[in-house]
């Protein structure tokens, strides 16, 4: 499928989570998830072991199931301390800000089992030790990135979600994935409503840059 005429820079700010405009009532032909898998293989994975695999979920029963599990964790989130919607309280701009987000994971919790595909990277790890944890995730979420990317070249949006791992256990029973696979997170693909998209606001460089000390 062509893509859309973004340069790199463009592709890269415009790149948003994509939770309430997610067209849930469009089907997503595998042909075009398979081109932005085809790009996710190209990124890099620590020695070259490419140890990633990729589930994609159409079928209408196993959404449902995921999506309930999803809603669950949602809830317990949206209650916690860490919630998007609590943080920043004493910045009124912020705020407003991380509560529209909230807002946004509430209604993705609601309708995660709708979303016509779901992709889950994974990772083969028979072993997690402290100080594997970089590498391992490394070798997998620059490769989720390039999907999400590439989906978004192609008029598709995602979100990057990781609630599910809350019931990474029952997800891998029910899709049949074998104990030494670890699920990375859980992206739901679906063409998006509305026009386009635009950089979001972000801290100022200078706030958080470091040169030779902190």
């Given amino acids: 499928m062509p893509t859309l005429p973004l340069t790199p820079d463009q592709l890269l700010t415009t790149t948003r989570s994509v939770r309430k405009r997610l067209d849930l009532t469009r089907d997503v032909p595998i042909d075009l998830v398979r081109e932005c898998l085809e790009v996710a293989l190209q990124a890099p994975s620590g020695s070259n072991r490419q140890g990633w695999h990729w ?24 209650k916690s301390s860490g919630s998007a919607a609590t943080l920043f309280a004493d910045d009124q701009e912020r705020n407003a800000v991380q509560r529209r987000v909230g807002d946004s994971v509430a209604y ?4 995660m089992g709708e979303v016509p595909v779901l992709v889950i990277p994974c990772v083969r790890a028979p072993r997690l030790s402290a100080g594997s944890q ?6 997998l979420l620059p490769a989720a990135w390039s999907y999400m990317l590439a989906a978004r ?19 891998s029973e029910l899709l049949g994935i074998p104990t030494d696979i670890r699920q990375g997170a859980l992206i739901p693909t679906a063409y998006y409503t509305g026009d386009t998209f635009r950089p979001a606001p972000r801290q100022p460089l200078d706030d958080v840059l470091h040169i030779n000390s902190w």
């Fill in 134 to 139: 970089a590498g391992l995730w490394g070798s």
């Fill in 153 to 171: 070249a192609r008029g598709l949006g995602t979100a990057w979600t990781t609630l599910h791992l809350r019931h990474e256990t029952e997800i």
């Fill in 55 to 78: 589930m994609v979920i159409t079928d209408e029963n196993s959404r449902r199931v995921i999506g309930n599990y999803y809603r669950q964790a949602v809830a317990s989130y949206l």
């Fill in 108 to 111: 993705l919790g609601e309708h």
